[in-house]
Every structure is written in structure tokens, then in C-alpha cells.
């Protein structure tokens, strides 16, 4: 009787190949992979589309710009020194030591980063050293996206009014002092990551501080001009919402990515994600109709965006009763600081953030890291966190005090961004104006690039083409020649 035939076993299974070493698991590189793919459809085009749409014609191309040069920047001061400040050797207990990643022998190693490791006190090895399954170049790029959507968000306090070049100076410099200092911190081995403090996905780390640095720098930027606060509707709510969906979808790659693999907390994360977002933007609505008397769409996205923030540092850790519960929170705290504490508070009024990213994300990203320290579960926190026997406070045990530790987490990232940002922005303005001139600022996206979103007449004027002299006759258009001025009224409720 004839042997039965060796089965033969596909070529992209086999661990002999010098492109799949031992430690390689495909399915993790793929979704990490992905997962970086969709955090980056975030911003570019998400943010890209969102901020072009959701201001005036006039500011449609400068808007979309600071995002699009952001992510590009940040990439390339990523490589050259930042990744390593913000997941390599440490330096200082909240900063790592700077260095390029871009050599092959390096992102071409199992991943890992270095002071990961957790200890107990008398000195045994708590928690092993986070080293996922795949390349340091997957972990670069994954980090990379997170890096730059932080600072895109940033952005969006500042449209309408801040000196591009004056943007193109902030994004690197608020890169290296800030954002590398806050991630370190949280999640690259620094001394908020061995206490404790939970940040799963970026509550912190990215939406308290681009919350808090936002408004501070436009405070230091100044406002718009007084016409474009009053006056300021969206050009295209169609493509805001485009927007919008681009940014929804894609917090399942910046939720569901953290766990560093394709594991159960992954999923648990990405079906939180959606549910919060899904009941604030709910709640939001319904907000702006008992209000209003009518829903917003510019409102529903807000709703939408607190609840993705909010959720963000407790995707994985919380059950999804808790998620529902978060998204109620976030989709009313931060609608009644942003249509009733704003219009009471003199400091709030005085300082010009363009899309209210104070609320949307520094009072949710602050939110979202309290309620985790309320509601992390403990079996889903074991998933996670480096600290055994970690959880939220409402489970007791090693719990009763973590959420103070949130807090105190929060005010150290607040702290931060309000003094390096305060300095950067200071520094900046000694070499370069932070705002546009008063022209600029009256002409917007022709004075700025020389080019404007849209082939159509501008804002009620009557003339086409550049019509702002640039290109043409010295004078002609200028001064009491350029035409008026005629804005639609806005369908929406300000917000």
C-alpha cells in the first residue's frame, strides 16, 4: 500500500526565510500595519478634508494645508531623533535620548521598548520588557501617526489667523519639547507609566495635551479677525461629515492598534470605541434640540469626536456598560462647557480657539482618564497595564486610589503643555510673527498661497481669478477697489 502524500506546506508559512525570523507573527504585523494605515487616514485626508470644509471659503486652503504639512514634518523629525526621545533609552525620568531610526540592521529587529520592564519593589521583574511580534520599523510608523494627528489637532485652535511660517517653526519644535516629554511619560517606560497612571490609547497623551497646547498657543497667537469670530460658517457641510466618517472609522486602528497586537483587548477596545461615540453624539443631539430646538450636524460631529476622546484611555480596560456611560459624559459635559460655560467665562471668551479643540478634547481626554480611573476593569487592565492587580477605583482593592493617580497624571501633562508651549510660542514670535497681518487676515487663502479652494465666485465677490493684485496690474483691486465683502448667514448655532 502506498504512503500517503507529504503535504506540502505553502511557502508564506515557512520560518526559513531570512524576511521571517522566528519571533514574527504575520497576523499582529498586519493589523499593527493597518491599524497605523487607518490612524493615519485620520489625519491625512481626514483632518485635511474636516479642517478645508468646516471654515470659511477664505480659509479653506490655508486650513487644509497646516494639516497636510504637519503630518509631512512630523514624519521626518520622527525618524531623525524624535521616536527615540519618546520610546528609546531614557535620559530623564520623562524624556528619552534622541537618535535617528532609520538605520536597516535596527528597524529590521524585533521590536521592543527599553525601560518597559516593571519591577516590584524588591527588585523581581514584575512585567517583561513590551516586545511585540514584529518589526521596529511597524512600531515606528505606528507611533509615527499618533505623533502627527496630535499635532494636526493642535492646528484646529489656530485656523483662520496664525503666520504659516510661524506653523511650520511650532510643529517641530512642540514635537520635541512636548509631545515626546508626555509620551515617554505615559507609555515609553517613563515615571508615569511605572506608576500607574492609565492612559490606554492616547487620553492624555494626545487629546489633554493638544487640548491644552492648543489653547494656549491661541492665546499667544491672538484672534481672528473681529468679523470672522462673529461670522464664521462652514464652507461645505457635506465634506465636513466626509470628514468626520474618515475620522470615526479610523479610531478602530487608533484603539484598537494599542495593544500592540491582533488580541482580545484589541477587539474589546474597538467595539468600546464605537459605542461611545455612537451615545455622545446621541446625547449631543438631543442636547442641541432641547436647546436649540433643532439638531446640528456641525454639533453632531462635535458629539461625535468627545466621545471618541473620551473613551480613548480606557478602550480596552473598561466593560462596555462603562463605555455607554462614558460616551452619556462626554457627549454632555463638554456640550454645556462649550455653548454655556464659554459664553460666561471671561477667560474662555477671550482667547480665540477656532474649533473649540478646549472642549472637544482636553475636557474629554480629562474625562475619559478620570472615568478609566473610576471604571478600568481588572481583568482587562491585567491585559494591558505593566502594574499587577491594576484597576479602576469603583473594584476597590489596588484600585481605591487610582483615580487620584489619573488626576495627578492630567495636571503633569496640563502643566507641561502650558509652559513649553508658552515658551515655543514665545520664542517663535521673536523671529517670526505668530498672526497674519491685518491684510492677510481681511484676504485670507489668496494673500496666504496664492490659490483658493474653490473655481467658483468668493464669498459674495464679484471678481475672479486672483483678485487681490497678486499677478496683476500694482493697484488695481487694492484699497477702495477691492469689492465688498458679502458672507451667507450661518444655518448653524455657534458653536
Not at 494605515?37 to 471654515?55: F, K
Not at 528597524?107 to 527599553?114: G, H, S, T, V
Not at 493684485?469 to 477691492?482: A, K, N, P, T
Request: aromatic residues 12%; charged residues 10%.
Amino acid at each position: 500500500m502506498a504512503a500517503p502524500p507529504v503535504p506540502t506546506v505553502p511557502i508564506a508559512y515557512l520560518n526559513n526565510l531570512p524576511s521571517l525570523p522566528l519571533w514574527l507573527n504575520k497576523g499582529d504585523n498586519a493589523w499593527q500595519m493597518t491599524a497605523a494605515t487607518l490612524v493615519g487616514i485620520q489625519s491625512m485626508p481626514g483632518l485635511v478634508i474636516l479642517y478645508g470644509s468646516i471654515v470659511k471659503k477664505k480659509w479653506a486652503v490655508n486650513s487644509a494645508f497646516m494639516a497636510l504639512y504637519a503630518f509631512a514634518a512630523v514624519l521626518i523629525c520622527w525618524v531623525l531623533w524624535a521616536y527615540k526621545m519618546a520610546f528609546g533609552q531614557q535620559l530623564l525620568p520623562f524624556v528619552g535620548k534622541p537618535g535617528q531610526s532609520l538605520a536597516q540592521d535596527w528597524l529590521a529587529n524585533q521590536a521592543y521598548i527599553p525601560h518597559s520592564t516593571h519591577y516590584h519593589k524588591n527588585g523581581e521583574i514584575e512585567t517583561a520588557e513590551i516586545a511585540p511580534f514584529y518589526p521596529m520599523a511597524t512600531m515606528v510608523y505606528f507611533q509615527f501617526v499618533f505623533a502627527a494627528i496630535t499635532l494636526i489637532l493642535i492646528a484646529g485652535s489656530l485656523l483662520g489667523r496664525m503666520n504659516i511660517k510661524a506653523w511650520m517653526a511650532f510643529v517641530p519644535l512642540w514635537l520635541t519639547f512636548s509631545y515626546t516629554v508626555g509620551a515617554y511619560s505615559v507609555w515609553g517606560g517613563g515615571f508615569l507609566f511605572h506608576w500607574g497612571v492609565m492612559d490606554y490609547s492616547g487620553g492624555y497623551v494626545i487629546h489633554l495635551s493638544s487640548g491644552v497646547a492648543g489653547f494656549t498657543a491661541a492665546y499667544w497667537v491672538g484672534p481672528r479677525l473681529k468679523k470672522d469670530r462673529e461670522r464664521f460658517p462652514p464652507n461645505n457641510v457635506l465634506l465636513t461629515l466626509a470628514g468626520a466618517g474618515l475620522l470615526w472609522l479610523g479610531w478602530a486602528g487608533f484603539n484598537g492598534g494599542d495593544p500592540y497586537s491582533a488580541n482580545i483587548d484589541s477587539s474589546v477596545a474597538v467595539i468600546n470605541t464605537n459605542v461611545c461615540a455612537a451615545t455622545s453624539l446621541l446625547v449631543w443631539t438631543t442636547l442641541d434640540i432641547l436647546v436649540f430646538k433643532k439638531p446640528s450636524v456641525i454639533g453632531a460631529v462635535q458629539g461625535m469626536i468627545t466621545g471618541l476622546v473620551c473613551i480613548t484611555p480606557g478602550a480596552g480596560l473598561v466593560q462596555g456598560w462603562a463605555a455607554i456611560l462614558m460616551g452619556m459624559v462626554s457627549g454632555s459635559v463638554p456640550w454645556f462647557t462649550m455653548m454655556i460655560v464659554h459664553k460666561n467665562s471671561t477667560l474662555l471668551k477671550n482667547v480665540d480657539d477656532t474649533l473649540g479643540v478646549f472642549h472637544t478634547h482636553a475636557v474629554a481626554g480629562t474625562l475619559g482618564g478620570v472615568l478609566t480611573g473610576l471604571f478600568a476593569q481588572p481583568t482587562l487592565s491585567s491585559y494591558f497595564l505593566p502594574v499587577t492587580n491594576s484597576r479602576g477605583t469603583f473594584y476597590g482593592g489596588e484600585g481605591k486610589f487610582q483615580v487620584f493617580k489619573q488626576i495627578a497624571g492630567a495636571l503633569f501633562i496640563i502643566s507641561w503643555n502650558v509652559v513649553v508651549t508658552s515658551i515655543i510660542c514665545l520664542v517663535i514670535k521673536q523671529v517670526i510673527p505668530l498672526r497674519m497681518s491685518e491684510e492677510e487676515l481681511l484676504i485670507g487663502d489668496d494673500a496666504a498661497h496664492g490659490e483658493e479652494a474653490y473655481a467658483l465666485w468668493g464669498d459674495g465677490e464679484k471678481y475672479e481669478g486672483s483678485r487681490h493684485g497678486y499677478g496683476l496690474e500694482e493697484g488695481i483691486y487694492r484699497g477702495s477697489h477691492q469689492p465688498k465683502v458679502e458672507e451667507p448667514m450661518s444655518t448653524t448655532h455657534d458653536t
